[in-house]
């Protein structure tokens, strides 16, 4: 499903040319559940855009779904995003004056779904993530953990080949947080890829795979037990 290889990203500040990424070769296959984590400046943000899309490699190539993106334009990669990617946010990103309903619809509006199949989708994807009471709510009206199960529902509402989840649980409560992440165990076990970039080890512990970084390479590719991902 993804496969990055000899993957660099090199950005100049000044006089000097930072080396974000220096040599990723990564293989991620359908289903899979990775954590990818690693301190501030060890490259896991910038990995990140490579995966979702939102930026492009200096050398190397990036290959998902079978499809080499490193060298579409920027209309291709929007396509590829609204398509191939579901992004959850630790910010949530939702529109106040809108309701949850209409805020998981937006992804859909892009694509030009008709409004009834937009709804129907939208209903389902709410229902999925347990807010299908809410759907006429509007984001001041939820907790922190409801308002990003709205932004999981978002997320999941175009059948994403990708579940991409950075630092999602970084506004929220140690109780919150555990119950995002039984959400993303749950969607895991129903079929989704799902990637989350995290700082935090207790929260890589639930993925099956941890991917660690540090100075833009990858220091360390570690399969989760059973008995780690559980506690």
């Known amino acids: 499903m993804i496969r990055l290889t000899g993957i ?3 950005y100049v500040m000044g006089d000097e040319q930072v080396h974000a990424l220096d040599g990723i070769d990564l293989h991620i296959a359908r289903n899979e559940y990775v954590a990818l984590i690693g301190p501030s400046g060890s490259g896991k943000s910038t990995l990140m855009n490579l995966i979702g899309c939102l930026d492009t490699p200096t050398t ?10 490193s060298d579409m334009g920027e209309k291709e990669l929007a396509q590829v995003r609204n398509r191939e990617i579901g992004f959850v946010f630790q910010s949530f990103h939702l529109l106040p004056r809108l309701t949850v309903l209409d805020n998981v619809c937006q992804p859909l509006v892009y694509r030009g779904v008709p409004r009834a199949e937009r709804q129907r989708l939208a209903t389902h994807a709410l229902e999925q993530v347990g807010l299908g009471n809410r759907m006429g709510h509007r984001p ?18 175009g059948r994403p080949a990708i579940l991409l989840a950075d630092e999602p649980t ?14 993303f165990d749950e969607l895991h076990g129903s079929g989704q890829t799902v990637v989350v970039v995290t700082h935090e080890p207790d929260i890589a512990a639930h993925c099956r ?3 660690r970084l540090g100075d833009g390479r990858i220091v360390e590719d570690h399969v989760n037990s059973p008995l780690e991902a559980a506690q």
């Open 8 to 10: 660099t990203k090199h």
């Open 60 to 69: 190397g190539s990036y290959v998902l779904n079978g499809r080499d993106t």
């Open 140 to 157: 001041n009206q939820l907790s922190g953990g409801q308002r990003q199960r709205v932004a999981v529902a978002r997320a999941l509402v």
């Open 170 to 183: 970084g506004n929220l409560d140690s109780r919150t947080s555990a119950e995002i992440m039984a959400l």
């Open 209 to 211: 795979r941890t991917i």
